[in-house]
């Protein structure tokens, strides 16, 4: 069958998606099925005659028409758009980093059950980055973006609240070195919110700064998961916390980020309560957790959250110019100004256009690679070490990862994480089968709530 568009139906929608235009269809019945037989090579004789033993009651003319029409749309280059492949790299001989994420702090003040850096250490040390580290992790990312002009830098932990001194101290230093270098620094910083007091959160919307808050949802599921040195709640610390800090920067440069688990697969509730609490920009993320433990996400649970992505779509759809209304990152889908070419085939750059630098000045392809010392690429002060590493980063994509090739959401999901790849099947080039069941369901409810904004243009 030819694998060049890719059909699905949700609810009462039969849609078409041309995988190499981003091209969105909504076709009837008689239309979606006319192609899918088109797609496995009949002719038009065996598709009417299919389509009658199938029962459809449609006239021989009238499924001739809708072939017609369908060869009209491969002519018009609608449908069947031819993929141009690139004939170079992606990226050239040159490496330009654009994005840090600059661990403030190896430590932490949750001890929450799914943290992938093992509560904050990341496997090493409880220590904090100093600032003279700081300012030449900011220095090497100055360096190593060479002609670009925007950068971008997000404070990471751990909790990077615990070590705020030094965060001033490195926006400040980041602020100076911009104009020197004519470069424009984003700045973020990613907090579960413990900390946030009238002070911080004053500075944080003063300065600018884009905020990543970590929340799980409703209190049973947040504090079931998450919670203070001690074992105690931390949702009636936090929520009031977080509400202040959204409020004092009018509601904008911010997005609340929630985790699923086994435990809640029914997430949308969770969205929903934070949607309630008066957060509009809203994501949650599947754990990503071996398979062996309790909360994990696996095969068997892939069905129940496609179901859940439907229904929370039913509840997004529905608060649409509504004072309910709310944006969920998963959903919000640009097919005409969507990434560049190499974004869509090779996603987030890890490695080469994206890298992580720990308190010690240890260079790492991402925050997931951080600790694990065959991904050690360099450190701020020597540079980068390990340049083979940074090449076969560069090479990750949707060509060269064999289960990608074939895949309808190869340019929508880039070939997935490097980091899962490898924590389940030690391989960068061989995806997590569970994580790509959901993201292709995600991306198919995303893509069912484009449809019915374009049929209301």
């Not at 001194?165 to 070195?177: F, H, R, T």
Request: aromatic share 10%.
């Amino acid at each position: 069958m030819d694998n060049s568009i890719h059909q699905f139906r949700v609810k009462d929608k039969f849609l078409v998606f041309d995988i190499a235009s981003n091209t969105l269809l909504e076709f009837d019945a008689l239309s979606y099925r006319v192609l899918e037989l088109f797609r496995c090579g009949h002719d038009i004789d065996s598709i009417i005659q299919t389509m009658k033993t199938e029962g459809f009651t449609e006239s021989s003319e009238e499924i001739s028409d809708t072939y017609q029409d369908i060869l009209t749309l491969k002519s018009d280059k609608v449908i069947f758009t031819k993929e141009v492949v690139p004939s170079h790299s992606l990226f050239g001989n040159d490496t330009i980093i654009k994005a840090m994420c600059l661990h403030i702090a190896h430590d932490c003040n949750l001890r929450c059950k799914y943290c992938f850096a093992a509560s904050g250490h990341f496997g090493g040390n409880r220590t904090m980055i100093d600032v003279e580290t700081g300012k030449a992790a900011i220095d090497f990312l100055i360096e190593h973006s060479k002609g670009r002009q925007h950068i971008e830098i997000d404070f990471f932990g751990g909790e990077p609240l615990m070590n705020m001194e030094v965060v001033k101290e490195l926006v400040d230093y980041a602020k100076q070195q911009e104009k020197q270098h004519h470069k424009i620094f984003k700045l973020t910083l990613t907090t579960n919110g413990l900390l946030l007091n009238e002070e911080i959160r004053d500075y944080l919307n003063e300065q600018g700064i884009s905020l990543v808050l970590s929340l799980d949802g409703r209190k049973e599921i947040n504090d079931k998961m998450r919670h203070t040195l001690d074992g105690e709640s931390c949702y009636d610390v936090i929520v009031p916390n977080l509400k202040e800090t959204v409020k004092g920067r009018n509601h904008d440069n911010y997005y609340l980020r929630g985790t699923y688990t086994s435990e809640n697969l029914d997430f949308a509730a969770d969205v929903l309560h934070m949607r309630d609490l008066g957060f509009e920009y809203i994501s949650v993320e599947p754990v990503v957790a071996p398979e062996n433990l309790s909360y994990a996400l696996t095969e068997e649970h892939v069905d129940t959250i496609r179901n859940e992505y439907r229904k929370l779509a039913d509840e997004y759809i529905a608060s649409k110019g509504t004072n309910r209304e709310f944006s969920f990152f998963h959903f919000d889908v640009d097919l005409e100004n969507g990434p560049c070419v190499a974004k869509r085939l090779s996603g987030c750059g890890a490695g080469h256009h994206y890298v992580a630098v720990t308190p010690e000045g240890d260079i790492y392809p991402c925050h997931q690679f951080v600790g694990r010392q065959e991904f050690l690429l360099g450190n701020v002060t020597e540079g980068i070490t390990q340049h083979q590493l940074i090449e076969q980063f560069k090479n990750n994509n949707v060509y060269t990862k064999v289960k990608c090739r074939e895949c309808w959401a190869r340019y929508m999901c880039a070939g997935g994480c490097h980091a899962n790849a490898y924590a389940f099947n030690q391989d960068l080039l061989e995806p997590y089968e569970t994580t790509c069941a959901i993201t292709k369901d995600r991306l198919e409810t995303a893509l069912y709530i484009k449809a019915l904004e374009l049929a209301e243009e």
